[in-house]
């Protein structure tokens, strides 16, 4: 067995490798089974809107639930205690911003992907290129974590060096990606949410029970700071809520889960869902990050505060048990990476076949393999954040992009289509400005370049209304017949209720 | 294994098929839909509000009350099971009030729609 040099492996290797395998076979047997009723042109791209909403639901929720989640936010709260609850917290009442705000009319707009609703609703193709230029970034930006996470998990679990890991979970998404388009990923994502949930549940009751004949918890021990980090200002914490509540209604792979519901309502009950999944599952990472605060406060002064969860089981459990504890977590982080990762490609490979290369089914499987390959070279050259923050910087990124477009054009008349590329164009790149900023100062990094929303979103926004109250002429003369169709219920008439 | 040619589904995927293309075209059915949109975005705006002000009192409760962050319940903090576990059954009614509403809002726009139409 070569190790990699990158620290002792706490798991015993075999079962991290087991876990992965299992992982990707099951992946593959159900995607095999989606990709038998995968036949029909709409298939391909969003299951042809027929999927049930608790179907739907677990599949969001399945493909929402990325690295930062799985691992990201127990290291976080073992870091720095309450104020990175605001992360869970966050990521879920993004979905109340999109039930709210985006859900039904986004599926009533009949559009598939993001860039097709801004070509429909500003009846021009300049915003559209714009749009799907920024729907990449965001796309490639949130790959990257997914693949550190996978990068992480294997170094820690196997003993193997990183790059193995993100490879891995590349060529596993692509592959079935390219196999079975998005009917099958419906499936697989539905049984990804469950697993994940099940491997963060079952471990976590077990380390209840050992605790338990242990003796009980020192509830003070929960105060322990284990880094010594000075706890997060009000900015922060508003700043980071900003980024999460707004951001999540512009993440590409989420907003295409929408259209495979048949109705607007629909798309709202299956939101409503989502809620649901998301509010239980949240409480397990929590838990991995209290607890961890309390018994094994030396993983965060090691260092190793996203393996957390990975580590956990084994260091409270022990034996066997424990063994088979930690297989069944890193079977769910893998689950994790890979829906995540599979999401995020099927819908970049939507945008970019459609845009760049004509839109055939060989354009859609050449465009995954371009979705796959950059963020997993970017992942090689840069270095793992914590998960959940670098995570956190990318939802900034969409809410200072796209959030802005599919608000202001969903509710507001007066969206022109140079203000939504001025608008754009002025979030990303005072957003993206502060991430290379941030990236390049390191660890001195005002907070205000550190968590850039509070400013970079509202400021986005500005210059979307200003430029299109300049532009007023601009305002597409087919308003009226879109904003109908974004608003009103489908139900035909002549039928009555 | 059939192959299925994908061609890009490019512009506004399917036209509509109900009477969403007729009730719009009269100025009185534009009244109609324009004050749905105003009342979806004022529910949609009040439900939002409404969440924000109850989650950015849960911190100003917190410091307000030094002792009720020390207390504890069944072993666990009491601010980490507020911020941790309290948040989420708000999110869960907030979704689910403005869920109904807007369905309401909806059949009434339906019923106003179908009468005008009625009336033609």
Known sequence: ????????????????????????????????????????????????????????????????????????????????GTDALWFPVGYTAGYLMLLLFVAAPLRRSGAYTIPDFTEARLDSRSARLV?????????????????????????TTTGLPSWVGSTAVV??????????????ITFVQAFQYWLKLTALAVPLVFILLVLRDNGAPAA??????????????????????????????????????????????????????????????????????????????????AGQADAVVLLLPGRLIGGPAGELMSAFVVAGAFAAFLSTTSGLVVSLAGVISQDVLGGSVRGFRLA?????????AVAFITDSLALAGSVGLVFAFTASTICPVLLLGIWWRGLTDAGAIAGMATGGLLCGGAMVAGAALGAG???????????????????????????????????????????????PLATGR | MTRVRVTAPRSVARPAVDFR???????????????????????ALVVAGGFVLIVGAFPLLLAAFPGLAESTVAGIPFDWLLLGAGIYPVTGISAWLYMRSAARNEARYRDLARDLSGDR
């Open chain 1, 1 to 80: 067995m070569i190790l990699a040099g990158t620290g002792d492996c706490a798991v015993n290797p075999a079962v991290g490798i087991t876990a992965f395998a299992a992982v990707t076979a099951a992946t593959a047997v159900i995607g095999f089974y989606g990709l038998r009723i995968s036949r029909t042109t709409g298939d391909f791209y969003v299951a042809s809107r027929t999927v049930p909403p608790w179907w739907n639901a677990s599949a969001i929720g399945g493909e929402y639930l990325s690295a930062a989640s799985f691992l990201g936010v127990a290291g976080l709260i073992l870091l720095s």
């Open chain 1, 131 to 155: 749009t799907s230029l920024a729907v990449v970034i965001v796309g490639w930006l949130y790959i990257v974590p997914q693949l550190h996470g996978a990068a992480l998990t294997i170094r």
């Open chain 1, 171 to 184: 060529v596993v998404v692509v592959l079935t990606v390219v196999a079975g388009g998005m009917r099958s």
């Open chain 1, 220 to 301: 003070a021990a929960a105060d322990v700071n284990p880094t010594g980090l000075a706890p997060a200002g009000p900015y922060q914490n508003i700043s980071l809520l900003v980024a999460l509540l707004f951001g999540t209604l512009g993440l590409p792979h989420v907003l295409v889960r929408f259209y495979t519901n048949p109705d607007g309502h629909s798309a709202r009950r299956t939101t409503l869902i989502v809620l649901g999944l998301l509010s239980v599952f949240y409480l397990f990472p929590t838990a991995y990050g209290l607890v961890g605060r309390m018994f094994a406060p030396g993983l965060a002064q």
């Open chain 1, 368 to 376: 995954a393999l371009v979705s796959a390959a950059v963020p997993l």
């Open chain 1, 445 to 491: 990094t005002p907070v205000w370049l550190a968590q850039p929303a509070a400013w970079t979103v509202p400021a986005a926004f500005a210059v979307m209304v200003l430029t299109s109250r300049a532009t007023k002429s601009r305002v597409p003369h087919t308003i009226t017949k879109v904003m109908t169709r974004l608003h009103t219920p489908e139900r």
């Open chain 2, 21 to 43: 293309g007729t009730a719009e075209e009269s100025a009185v059915g534009q009244v109609f839909v324009r004050s749905l949109i105003r009342s979806q975005l004022r529910l």
